[in-house]
T-cell receptor
């Protein structure tokens, strides 16, 4: 059974600082890995998807890396803004195409 | 192109009652997945439907059941509601194994 862990559970940084969010998973036989953003009480917005054959994916200020052999992914957010405040969820897609989520990292960016 | 929609937005039920939640897939998508997200936790996979057939199920009891219709919209039914069923229920649609796009969720409260 795939277990996904996200560290830290919460993070508070001043505006402009870079964010580093960590995700680890127990089974390296994955199809892909996704990072999502969730605002309070809302649904999930997909940020980045990394296929199992890829090492990283970039979109604007966001960069996600994947090290499948060690079961780790990192999401970097450059030059954080107050609008980046949200919960960030890591989800691992297994080879049966089902998503296993971590509990999330709640980010607060202080103006 | 319309996104994934869910209805109702909020719902309050009492223990023992039954509930039906609805999801309309994004145009062109043939796969729907349902997730349960308890407060402060990551979403947990309930089941997935592909072309009207159940295509995998998470660790949920049989009182959680679903349907997918020919237009690829879907329903989640929960019988004999328990207090622990209180959660945000998320629906996601995709074209088979591609990126899953999530709806805004239905907030279910069981009293």
């Amino acid at each position: 059974k795939q277990e996904v862990t996200q560290i830290p559970a919460a993070l508070s940084v001043p505006e402009g600082e870079n964010l580093v969010l960590n995700c680890s998973f127990t089974d390296s036989a994955i199809y892909n890995l996704q990072w999502f953003r969730q605002d309070p009480g809302k649904g999930l917005t997909s940020l980045l998807l990394i296929q199992s054959s890829q090492r990283e994916q970039t979109s604007g200020r966001l960069n996600a890396s994947l090290d499948k052999s060690s079961g780790r992914s990192t999401l970097y957010i450059a030059a954080s803004q107050p609008g980046d405040s949200a919960t960030y969820l890591c989800a691992v897609c297994s080879n049966d195409y089902k998503l296993s989520f971590g509990a999330g990292t709640t980010v607060t960016v202080r103006a | 192109e319309t996104g994934v929609t869910q209805s109702p937005t909020h719902l309050i039920k009492t223990r023992g009652q039954q509930v039906t939640l609805r999801c309309s897939s994004q145009s062109g998508h043939n796969t729907v997945s349902w997730y349960q997200q308890a407060l402060g936790q990551g979403p947990q996979f309930i089941f997935q439907y592909y072309r009207e057939e159940e295509n995998g199920r998470g660790n949920f009891p049989p009182r959680f059941s679903g349907l997918q219709f020919p237009n690829y919209s879907s329903e989640l039914n929960v019988n004999a509601l328990e207090l622990d069923d209180s959660a945000l229920y998320l629906c996601a649609s995709s074209w088979r194994t591609d990126t899953q796009y999530f709806g805004p969720g239905t907030r279910l409260t069981v009293l």
